[in-house]
């Protein structure tokens, strides 16, 4: 049984990426009875649903958690839907910059999550981690990715979602010090138990009037 758990490389002048850095410290360890693969997602339009294909198909997965830096947020961030909409605001590692264009022409809007978030984030705050629900995974690379995923996924018995990491205090201390930050150890801890969870988790609790459901 196996696990697919994805980071990004640095992106916006960054010199790390707090997504990475996670699925990089989980690979290989057993949770639930399944191993973790982490895998390293270029930030960039082209490459990143390449690289995502080419994981699915090596690990076979029966769980996906796809991660991304969510800089100026506080809390572990379960991402509820995917939109089929890319809309940069700045460039991505390859120079590119699409705007107002979608994910998938003629795809669904959107795509629910299907992990169980709910119970996801309970678990987390009764640890003592921050944690909560998000509405929008943005626009940029990392929305595009959780679409991709979900598409692809769609009908399958793969659970699958994405979630959005703080930054590491280190950027913090860097850019702003004011900017809300997470330790490495504290986000490796919360998303080895957020994994724990969605494997076992009944399905009940995903966010979807039904799991993996398309929004129209």
């Known amino acids: 049984m196996n696990i697919l758990l994805t980071g990004f490389e640095p992106f916006g002048g960054e010199v790390i990426n707090p997504s990475w850095e ?9 949770i639930a009875g399944a191993t973790v693969h982490a895998r390293c997602l270029p930030t960039s339009f082209s490459g990143a649903p390449v690289a995502l294909t080419d994981a699915l198909a090596v690990v076979r997965p029966l769980l996906v958690v796809a991660m991304g830096q969510a800089s100026g947020r506080s809390e572990v961030s379960f991402e509820r839907v995917a939109v089929n909409l890319i809309d940069a605001r700045i460039a991505d590692n390859a120079g590119d910059r699409l705007q107002d264009v979608p994910v998938r022409p003629g795809a669904p809007d959107g795509y629910f999550t299907t992990l169980p978030v709910k119970a996801m984030r309970d678990a987390l705050r009764a640890a003592g981690y921050p944690a909560g629900l998000s509405l929008s995974a943005g626009a940029f690379v990392c929305n595009q990715v959780f679409y991709e995923l979900q598409h692809r ?6 659970r699958s979602g994405f979630i959005h990491l703080p930054a590491l205090p280190e950027q913090a201390a860097r850019t702003q010090p004011s900017v809300p930050s997470m330790g490495l150890a504290a986000q490796v801890d919360a998303v080895r138990l957020a994994l724990a969870v969605a494997l076992t988790a009944d399905a009940r609790q995903a966010v979807g009037p039904d799991e993996g459901a398309p929004v129209s």
């Open 22 to 30: 996670v699925a990089r410290s989980l690979h290989g360890q057993i």
């Open 153 to 158: 996924l769609a009908g399958s018995t793969v």
